[in-house]
């Protein structure tokens, strides 16, 4: 296999004036340049990009970490982010923690034997005191969606209360009175905040909080599918169901259809992220939307942004001490899934 010596042998010039071609750090005539690419070309030589990042500190790689990739939410929030990155010259490394802490912290210690350049994060929960190590390595860091308990990050994520304030609030203007809530996993904050909000609209409504409606799920298919079970079980069923996210929506209506009922006719359901799914299930859910390709593309922005201030306070040593919050809105979708009682 061809090495760099070979190319300035072939191209008859320095080794140095290679280097500086491959790595722009320095002018090259056209003339010399264009040798240099022919003899590259020639002998099917391509530079290892992982020794030039390491020497330059630019590895041009930045670091994703998501929860769980089976949920389209981050599907397609990871792939507008590796569509902007790589617009922005840089390589994605996805890491898929399935709501694992652990695993969480053993992909960041892989980020950093990497030498990322940056990182952006959805914490798989709440502890995320590993996050730490980013800190004193002194790596960019943009978190998403999810707050984590220490706020020294920038964070870019929607209102989760409002949202679930105006997802109840939908259903009670359709009359309903009965509604239930399919709550997300309680310790991550974008579900503890989104049923607080529903709480908000039925108090602001006059509509009494029945505990036994509002019933715990993890953000998973299934666990809408087992709380609607229990909900239509119950002595006076609800008429109609705020689920904290889609996937739970999705698993809900498997409920509902196998109890032989219908959606809407028989129940509403609303569910929360607008996910692709949400269009082409029947009936198509009533949902509300986050703006995850906004989302990503402000969360890239930002890490881009970051790195290039990391690199400039290298050289003074400087430390970081503003961090921006980006509140984003959620906006209903209406579909067909509810219905005026
Ligand atoms: O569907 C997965 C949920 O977890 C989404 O609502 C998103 O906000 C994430 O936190």
Redesign the pocket.
């Known amino acids: 296999m061809a090495n760099i010596n070979d190319v300035a042998e072939r191209a008859k010039v320095s080794i140095t004036t290679v280097s500086h071609v491959i790595n722009q750090t320095r002018y090259v005539s056209d003339d010399l340049t264009e040798r240099v690419r022919k003899a590259m070309e020639e002998l099917d030589y391509h530079p290892n990009s992982l020794a030039r990042g390491l020497r330059s500190g630019k590895t041009k790689t930045i670091g994703l970490v998501i929860?769980?990739i089976s949920?389209?939410?981050?599907a397609e929030i990871s792939r507008k982010i590796e569509d902007k990155g790589y617009e922005n010259g840089y390589s994605v490394i996805l890491c898929n923690t399935d709501d694992d802490p652990y695993k969480e912290k053993s992909y960041i210690d892989v980020l950093l034997a990497k030498k990322v350049e940056g990182i952006i994060f959805?914490s798989a929960g709440v502890e995320s005191n590993h996050l730490e190590k980013t800190i004193k390595f002194n790596i960019p860091i943009v978190v998403v969606?999810?707050d984590i308990k220490e706020n020294d990050y920038d964070i870019v994520?929607?209102d989760?209360s409002v949202g679930g304030f105006d997802a109840t609030k939908y259903l009670i203007e359709l009359g309903h009175q009965r509604i239930a809530c399919i709550a997300?996993p309680s310790p991550?904050?974008?579900?503890a905040q989104?049923v607080a909000g529903y709480k908000q609209a039925l108090q602001e409504a006059g509509i009494p909080i029945d505990t036994n409606l509002i019933i715990p799920g993890d953000?998973h298919y299934e666990s809408g599918d087992k709380a609607m079970r229990a909900l239509l079980a119950l002595p006076q069923p609800p008429t109609a169901v705020f689920a904290?996210?889609?996937?739970m929506a999705l698993g809900a209506f498997r409920a509902v259809n196998n109890q032989g009922m219908k959606i809407p006719e028989d129940i509403s359901v609303i569910g929360?992220?607008n996910?692709p799914f949400s269009q082409t299930v029947y009936p198509t859910l009533t949902t509300m939307a986050?703006p995850i390709h906004e989302m990503a593309d402000l969360v890239v922005d930002l890490l881009v942004d970051k790195i290039k201030l990391h690199r400039q306070r290298a050289r003074t040593n400087e430390r970081e001490l503003n961090y921006k919050r980006i509140v984003l809105e959620t906006k209903l979708i209406k579909r067909n899934s509810c219905r005026a009682i």
């Open positions: 929860p769980d949920n389209q939410f981050f959805i969606d999810r994520l929607v989760n997300g991550i904050t974008p579900s989104r953000f904290c996210n889609d996937m929360f992220d996910i986050q």
